[in-house]
Nanobody, 118 residues
Framework: QVQLVESGGGLVQPGGSLRLSCAAS????????MGWYRQAPGKQRELVAG?????????NYADSVKGRFTISRDNARNTVYLQMNRLKPEDTAAYYC??????????WGQGTQVTVSS
């Protein structure tokens, strides 16, 4: 079992910044992918940014956040971060941390709300 605890959401003005954190605990040794999705009201959940461990490792971003968001990780702390800069109102959503394992495990955090508004 894996537990994911998110933090760092909140209310920010357009153009501002936030940093989300996701700390994983439990059986994290078989992690294959980890990152962030988001879901805005009335919209489907979409991938924001994520790491995968296959093929030497890769990082993926949604086109809408490239150049503004940066995902990073601290392997010693089993924590993934999402630095979000130049936030826009359309970034408003609930952000969910995810972790997938090589054995088919699929874990999600509880979600943290990000609201971009003046």
């Amino acid at each position: 079992q894996v537990q994911l605890v998110e933090s760092g959401g909140g209310l920010v003005q357009p153009g501002g910044s936030l940093r989300l954190s996701c700390a994983a605990s439990g059986s994290v040794g078989s992690t294959y992918a980890m990152g962030w999705y988001r879901q805005a009201p009335g919209k489907q959940r979409e991938l924001v940014a994520g790491f995968t461990s296959t093929g030497g490792g890769s990082t993926n971003y949604a086109d809408s956040v490239k150049g503004r968001f940066t995902i990073s990780r601290d392997n010693a702390r089993n924590t993934v971060y999402l630095q979000m800069n130049r936030l826009k109102p359309e970034d408003t959503a609930a952000y969910y941390c995810y972790l997938h394992t090589y054995y088919g495990g699929d874990y999600w955090g509880q979600g943290t709300q990000v609201t971009v508004s003046s």
